[in-house]
């Protein structure tokens, strides 16, 4: 068995018993293995232990990746903050953008895009100068300024959680997620249904999932 099937094994469980604590299917989430810091033959034998999604955080990791992966393996997902001028590398080599946050990067992904782009917003909900994403007060009339772009859909929405021991402080953050995307999935917008919630990674994805987690990101735990 090697060392990446047992990782596996073991945040199965978690999910699953995390899943069971606040009585939901485990179908309802998604692990992405986060590889951007691991190699080609270290992905290669994510997916070779089962992972389906990936994901890589630059564009230079994932064509790395993509050159010597048969693109067809994979769920490829984009998970780091993305630059406007570097949008043509990667719009349509991958199948969902993690981190739109602003409406030139909307403006530049729906300009390249040869297909509908499944997009999550980033929001910042912790308030940290550190991390990207649009306020949560910024949410609502951003996603307004995105009715004319027939090449994003708006799938859900993307947080981080401060790194901290404090886990009622994690809770929050997560909470305060879930609410914005149920205000969202309210508002009925055909191009946002928002219906899923990527959040949650190494540290805190058992919280997270207990919050309404639909898709993880787990790098560290996972493929080292």
């Given amino acids: 068995m090697t060392a990446i099937t047992n990782n596996l094994q073991v945040i199965e469980a978690k999910i699953n018993d995390a899943c069971v604590r606040v009585g939901r299917s485990r179908q309802d989430v998604t692990c992405i293995a986060v590889t951007k810091s691991v190699s080609v033959e270290r992905t290669e034998e994510a997916l070779q232990a089962g992972i ?46 993690h981190s739109l946050d602003r409406l030139s990067l909307a403006e530049e992904i729906n300009k390249r895009a040869t297909k509908t782009v499944k997009c999550f917003v980033q929001v910042n909900v912790s308030g940290e100068n550190s991390k990207h994403g649009l306020t949560p007060e910024e949410l609502q009339p951003f996603l307004h300024e995105l009715t ?31 609410q914005l995307q149920l205000q969202v999935q309210a508002l009925q917008l055909d191009y946002a249904p928002c219906k899923e919630l990527s959040m949650g990674m190494s540290g805190d994805f058992e919280i997270a999932i207990e919050e309404g987690a639909t898709f993880v990101r787990i790098g560290t735990a996972l493929v080292g």
């Avoid at 955080?57 to 790395?64: H, I, Q, S, T, Y």
């Avoid at 903050?81 to 990667?90: A, G, I, P, Y």
């Fill in 52 to 97: 389906l999604h990936v994901g890589e955080n630059r564009p230079e990791g994932l064509a790395l990746k993509q050159q010597q992966i048969e693109k067809e393996r994979a769920v490829w997902h984009y998970i780091g903050s993305l630059q406007t001028r570097k949008v043509k590398q990667v719009v349509n080599e991958v199948d969902y953008i």
């Fill in 148 to 178: 004319a772009f027939t090449h994003i859909e708006v799938v859900g929405l993307m947080t981080m959680a401060p790194n901290t021991e404090d886990e009622a402080i994690i809770r929050n953050v997560f909470q305060q997620l879930k």
